[in-house]
């Protein structure tokens, strides 16, 4: 519990429980040692050139490993390669095209088995059918879909012509998907008329329509059926995904692209600001998802069923839905709708069905299984799983435990992954045969990342808490901000010299375990302690009756901050405001005291489940909201605010 002067996050919250990996576990794993982290430290470059050509089938070899211009990177200079090829081709070519790619659930229960070889034949044909609507290497094409199978398809279309796709979240709003399209001046929007939801139908084409009153770059859209609801088509530039199917040709080779062509762009929305279109390209990014899926999630393709619950929409759908798994030729399932439909176990009637045997979600989701209760689990057979992973956000060492005992028999590693979408791909996590866990830590960087925790002044720090920085170049980093060098540079380069900033604090145990702290942003100042969000949500969750929490700072005329607490708790469970209070006082200190405790059925979060602590921060201080269309539930703040109105502060 020390607020030593260098360092400039408190390192409140002590962990002690490990987990080294199950001896069957560890006796087929593909590392159980430490060899590759030797390999890389020895030399990185070496080490990520081994991966590329290992993993992936070059048209033509690279003449240089990494050109490193700070803060541009190329990676495999010179080298050719199709991703689609590499994602397809290669194992149809190997004999695999009857092994299946997709399982693919959708919410009414309909379901669809998409083998390599089906898969090969649809990603050729829609490649034809975009070259045929006049899209070209190098153009962008949008899609807004579904969790259907056909947004692999159009992803891996586009990657087979060289155009770059640019996917927005089915959730969003026409508004958003405007500004997208129109930012990367798409030429085409692939889209669906609807898809379902909660047991209902949500009508995309409408919502598409409505942005493309105002995106002129659009000259074609698709159109996918799924939803059957009613939808206009505009004659001439609105096509059925199935009519311009019906009658092209399945002949479409795979063009080697330059390593660094774009593969895409994926906008982040942070909480302020413009979108940012995070560039994504060739050889270097499906290097990177290849070898981290491959690795942290153990994969032996011809016995796992791999099942990422994360939507296409987002950057764990990109790398780890898509591409990843594809490039490793695993077998995934694939679900469409939401984990209550129609009951709270749905998730875990498709494990079963499955026979699921990696699972890999978000803690918003974990903590909202602990929310409705382990009896939910508990109705299905979940042995075939044998590995967890999370990410997302920091996972509360509870939360963790709970993820482990009750989905994964108190013996399935957990691996939590740390990322972004600028990283591309998995940067800090364990490698589940090799690494002892501990709940709540990503532990340490892969073997070929080097990362570090900094101090304010940039001063690389060996324990307790500060900024997490990546001081080398990755084959999967961004390549840029889409029409935005100088945002670039200033965002991820300019805080530390040297160093790639990513906006999260971490701290260092004393084994040199990697903590993530959640974003400086909301680090909260009190009466001069800098005391990290995350590790007081933490202390709440260890509460046996809490099941989720988010904590803020709100101005205080004594303490410069106070810490405002919103919980949720466990179904069924009751729990007085002062024990709650005197629990994160035994936990973690009496300094990290809530001043207040709200309790909500629910929290505010991101349209990707992650809370969104700037709303309460304004709710707590009784600002007016502002921006509040990020949210998933803008209903939830709404409830919050009347609360707080209610009763003021019961300190
Ligand atoms: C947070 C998601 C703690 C972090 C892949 C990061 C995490 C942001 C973790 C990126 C984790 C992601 N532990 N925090 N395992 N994984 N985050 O771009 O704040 O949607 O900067 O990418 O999520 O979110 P993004």
Same mark, same amino acid.
């Not at 206009?232 to 692209?257: N, Q």
């Not at 990290?592 to 505010?604: E, M, N, Q, V, W």
């Given at each position: 519990?020390?607020?030593?002067?260098?360092?400039?996050?408190?390192?409140?919250?002590?962990?002690?429980?490990?987990?080294?990996?199950?001896?069957?576990?560890?006796?087929?794993?593909?590392?159980?040692?430490?060899?590759?982290?030797?390999?890389?430290?020895?030399?990185?470059?070496?080490?990520?050139?081994?991966?590329?050509?290992?993993?992936?089938?070059?048209?033509?070899?690279?003449?240089?490993?990494?050109?490193?211009?700070?803060?541009?990177?190329?990676?495999?200079?010179?080298?050719?390669?199709?991703?689609?090829?590499?994602?397809?081709?290669?194992?149809?070519?190997?004999?695999?095209?009857?092994?299946?790619?997709?399982?693919?659930?959708?919410?009414?229960?309909?379901?669809?088995?998409?083998?390599?070889?089906?898969?090969?034949?649809?990603?050729?044909?829609?490649?034809?059918?975009?070259?045929?609507?006049?899209?070209?290497?190098?153009?962008?094409?949008?899609?807004?879909?579904?969790?259907?199978?056909?947004?692999?398809?159009?992803?891996?279309?586009?990657?087979?012509?060289?155009?770059?796709?640019?996917?927005?979240?089915?959730?969003?709003?026409?508004?958003?998907?405007?500004?997208?399209?129109?930012?990367?001046?798409?030429?085409?929007?692939?889209?669906?008329?609807?898809?379902?939801?909660?047991?209902?139908?949500?009508?995309?084409?409408?919502?598409?329509?409505?942005?493309?009153?105002?995106?002129?770059?659009?000259?074609?859209?698709?159109?996918?059926?799924?939803?059957?609801?009613?939808?206009?088509?505009?004659?001439?530039?609105?096509?059925?995904?199935?009519?311009?199917?019906?009658?092209?040709?399945?002949?479409?080779?795979?063009?080697?692209?330059?390593?660094?062509?774009?593969?895409?762009?994926?906008?982040?929305?942070?909480?302020?600001?413009?979108?940012?279109?995070?560039?994504?390209?060739?050889?270097?990014?499906?290097?990177?998802?290849?070898?981290?899926?491959?690795?942290?999630?153990?994969?032996?393709?011809?016995?796992?069923?791999?099942?990422?619950?994360?939507?296409?929409?987002?950057?764990?759908?990109?790398?780890?839905?898509?591409?990843?798994?594809?490039?490793?030729?695993?077998?995934?399932?694939?679900?469409?709708?939401?984990?209550?439909?129609?009951?709270?176990?749905?998730?875990?009637?498709?494990?079963?069905?499955?026979?699921?045997?990696?699972?890999?979600?978000?803690?918003?989701?974990?903590?909202?299984?602990?929310?409705?209760?382990?009896?939910?689990?508990?109705?299905?057979?979940?042995?075939?799983?044998?590995?967890?992973?999370?990410?997302?956000?920091?996972?509360?060492?509870?939360?963790?435990?709970?993820?482990?005992?009750?989905?994964?028999?108190?013996?399935?590693?957990?691996?939590?992954?740390?990322?972004?979408?600028?990283?591309?791909?998995?940067?800090?996590?364990?490698?589940?045969?090799? !690494? +002892?866990?501990?709940?709540?830590? %990503?532990?340490?960087? #892969?073997? $070929?990342? &080097?990362?570090?925790?900094?101090? =304010?002044?940039?001063?690389?720090?060996?324990?307790?808490?500060?900024?997490?920085?990546?001081?080398?170049?990755?084959?999967?980093?961004?390549?840029?901000?889409?029409?935005?060098?100088?945002?670039?540079?200033?965002?991820?380069?300019?805080?530390?010299?040297?160093?790639?900033?990513?906006?999260?604090?971490?701290?260092?145990?004393?084994?040199?375990?990697?903590?993530?702290?959640?974003?400086?942003?909301?680090?909260?100042?009190?009466?001069?302690?800098?005391?990290?969000?995350?590790?007081?949500?933490?202390?709440?969750?260890?509460?046996?009756?809490?099941?989720?929490?988010?904590?803020?700072?709100?101005?205080?005329? !004594? +303490?410069?901050?106070?810490?405002? %607490?919103?919980?949720? #708790?466990? $179904?069924? &469970?009751?729990?007085?405001?002062? =024990?709650?209070?005197?629990?994160?006082?035994?936990?973690?200190?009496?300094?990290?005291?809530?001043?207040?405790?709200?309790?909500?059925?629910?929290?505010?979060?991101?349209?990707?489940?992650?809370?969104?602590?700037?709303?309460?921060?304004?709710?707590?201080?009784?600002?007016?909201?502002?921006?509040?269309?990020?949210?998933?539930?803008?209903?939830?703040?709404?409830?919050?605010?009347?609360?707080?109105?209610?009763?003021?502060?019961?300190?």
């Amino acid at each position: 519990m020390s607020n030593d002067e260098t360092t400039n996050i408190d390192d409140l919250l002590l962990e002690n429980r490990k987990f080294p990996p199950p001896p069957d576990f560890q006796e087929r794993s593909l590392v159980a040692g430490t060899q590759l982290y030797d390999e890389a430290a020895r030399d990185d470059e070496g080490f990520w050139a081994r991966q590329a050509s290992e993993l992936l089938h070059w048209d033509t070899d690279w003449t240089t490993i990494c050109e490193w211009d700070l803060p541009y990177a190329k990676w495999f200079v010179g080298g050719r390669l199709n991703v689609a090829y590499n994602c397809l081709d290669r194992h149809v070519e190997d004999g695999r095209g009857d092994k299946v790619a997709i399982h693919w659930e959708g919410e009414p229960g309909d379901t669809r088995t998409i083998t390599y070889g089906d898969l090969l034949v649809e990603v050729k044909k829609f490649a034809n059918v975009l070259k045929s609507l006049g899209v070209q290497t190098g153009d962008r094409v949008n899609i807004y879909l579904p969790m259907v199978p056909e947004a692999a398809v159009a992803m891996l279309a586009c990657a087979r012509i060289g155009a770059a796709h640019s996917v927005v979240f089915g959730g969003f709003s026409s508004q958003a998907l405007a500004d997208r399209i129109n930012d990367a001046e798409a030429k085409v929007l692939i889209t669906a008329d609807g898809g379902y939801r909660r047991g209902e139908v949500f009508p995309l084409k409408g919502a598409a329509d409505e942005a493309l009153a105002n995106t002129p770059s659009i000259e074609h859209v698709v159109v996918v059926k799924r939803g059957g609801n009613d939808v206009e088509m505009k004659v001439g530039r609105d096509h059925w995904y199935h009519d311009l199917m019906a009658d092209v040709s399945d002949d479409c080779p795979a063009e080697p692209m330059d390593s660094e062509q774009l593969l895409f762009l994926l906008y982040t929305s942070g909480t302020t600001g413009k979108p940012k279109g995070i560039m994504h390209t060739t050889g270097g990014y499906l290097t990177h998802v290849a070898y981290t899926h491959k690795y942290v999630f153990d994969l032996h393709p011809d016995t796992d069923v791999y099942w990422c619950t994360a939507d296409v929409g987002w950057i764990t759908g990109h790398s780890y839905i898509v591409y990843g798994p594809m490039a490793n030729g695993a077998t995934q399932v694939m679900y469409e709708g939401v984990p209550n439909f129609p009951g709270n176990d749905r998730f875990w009637s498709i494990v079963e069905k499955y026979k699921v045997t990696i699972f890999y979600t978000a803690p918003t989701a974990i903590r909202t299984f602990m929310k409705w209760g382990i009896e939910e689990p508990a109705k299905h057979d979940l042995s075939s799983l044998r590995l967890l992973g999370s990410v997302g956000e920091p996972i509360n060492p509870e939360a963790w435990m709970w993820y482990r005992d009750n989905i994964g028999a108190g013996t399935c590693p957990v691996v939590d992954t740390w990322w972004q979408t600028e990283t591309g791909g998995i940067m800090i996590s364990p490698l589940p045969g090799a !690494t +002892t866990l501990k709940p709540g830590s %990503a532990t340490f960087a #892969l073997p $070929g990342v &080097s990362a570090e925790v900094v101090d =304010d002044g940039g001063q690389r720090i060996d324990h307790g808490g500060g900024y997490l920085t990546l001081t080398r170049p990755w084959p999967g980093m961004l390549r840029g901000i889409w029409g935005d060098g100088e945002r670039y540079r200033e965002t991820y380069w300019s805080r530390f010299s040297d160093r790639y900033f990513a906006g999260d604090g971490a701290k260092l145990d004393a084994d040199g375990y990697l903590w993530l702290l959640g974003r400086v942003d909301d680090v909260m100042n009190v009466s001069g302690h800098r005391i990290s969000t995350t590790e007081v949500e933490s202390a709440l969750v260890s509460h046996p009756s809490v099941a989720e929490a988010a904590v803020v700072g709100a101005n205080d005329p !004594t +303490t410069g901050q106070a810490i405002i %607490a919103y919980v949720t #708790l466990r $179904g069924g &469970s009751q729990v007085d405001e002062g =024990d709650l209070r005197n629990h994160v006082a035994k936990e973690i200190g009496a300094i990290a005291k809530p001043k207040t405790i709200y309790f909500t059925p629910d929290l505010p979060k991101t349209r990707s489940g992650k809370i969104m602590r700037r709303l309460l921060r304004d709710v707590a201080e009784g600002r007016n909201l502002g921006d509040t269309t990020t949210l998933a539930d803008a209903s939830v703040v709404d409830e919050l605010q009347r609360r707080a109105a209610d009763s003021p502060s019961e300190d």
